[in-house]
């Protein structure tokens, strides 16, 4: 029943995302506005590793009005575990300063794989995203139910993430 749920749980990630690719940037971190921007910072959340390498905007007017601007962000996801995880797009969204979760533009992600062990992958995640606010990227596979048997059974969903500061989004972060 474990391997019917997970084999589902990884194929729903998989139909509603697909993979992109782009060149990252060349610093590993730049600052904006005096915060340190958190592209290309290694953080493991449990035995999978995830990396936001880069994130720059694209040219599409028919996203957003005003300051809102079509952003892409790529990341990079390896499994360290032994067994199959799904990765995708589903359990990643921008925090704005004030507090407000913004998911990611969904017709456009493509991102979306199961990945056997020690297997990695790269892809893009879109946002419509004010280009005047600062913005927080958070990886919380527990909030949509993605576990692997490694991780503990009683950690509390709103604590289990990871987080990388993105300050206010330009292009060529």
Sequence with gaps: MKKFLMISASLLVVIGLSACSMSPSKDDSKEKNDEKVELKKEKVYSDIKVTPLAMNIVKDDSYGQGNEKLFKIKVKMENQSKESIGAGAA???????????????????KFGQELKPKQSVEGDIYYVLDSKKKYTFVYNPSAIGISTKSMKKDFDANDRKLTWKIGIPKDNQ
């Design 91 to 109: 359990p990643f969204y921008m925090k704005s300063d004030d507090g407000k979760n913004i998911s990611y533009v969904g017709e456009r992600n």
